[in-house]
């Protein structure tokens, strides 16, 4: 069973009970913006319709069910028990509408993706290679960095250096 009650513009309470816990949501909508609170509690089921009222302090809710009846006050769209019921003839009566739920709809199972094509090329599992100057990069189930030449760099200012130096000819850096 599930419960809607307007607590003015743009803000609406759910009330649900599903097996044996209560569900209370409050929604507050405005443009642009949403702000809702949720508080779930185990009641039993209900014995009767949820009824809500508005009092000078909030909304009060009433919830019966065959171990207790619950008094819970929504101020400010936060949701807490209070002790007792307010007298009734301070209270308003809000009308609750039933509301049918429909069970969600099981999602059909997605066929398994097949190669993305871009023109000749085929975008799937292969290994990947970059090429970068006299660098090169694969990878696939190892990745490994070869060079194609025997020149080496400084690792301080990225100068060309042979591989028999000792010491960068550019900023002096120590290279072994």
Do not use: K
Request: with cysteine.
């Amino acid at each position: 069973m599930a419960y809607v009650g307007e607590l003015g513009v743009g803000s609406t309470i759910y009330l649900e009970n599903q097996d044996s816990q209560t569900i209370i949501t409050a929604v507050a909508a405005s443009l642009g913006q949403q702000q809702q609170t949720s508080h779930s509690f185990s009641t039993g089921h209900w014995t009767t319709s949820p009824e809500l009222f508005r009092s000078l302090q909030g909304y009060i809710i009433r919830i019966e069910t065959a171990q207790e009846t619950y008094v819970l006050l929504v101020q400010n769209h936060q949701i807490r028990p209070i002790e007792a019921m307010p007298p009734r003839h301070t209270l308003e009566s809000v009308p609750l509408q039933q509301i049918v739920q429909t069970p969600t709809p099981s999602m059909p199972s997605m066929p398994p993706l097949q190669p993305l094509t871009m023109g000749n090329m085929v975008m799937g599992m292969q290994p990947m290679q970059m090429h970068m100057g006299n660098m090169h990069l694969s990878m696939g189930t190892t990745t490994t960095v070869t060079q194609a030449s025997q020149t080496n760099f400084c690792s301080q200012c990225g100068m060309a250096v042979a591989a028999t130096d000792q010491f960068c000819a550019n900023c002096g850096h120590r290279l072994h």
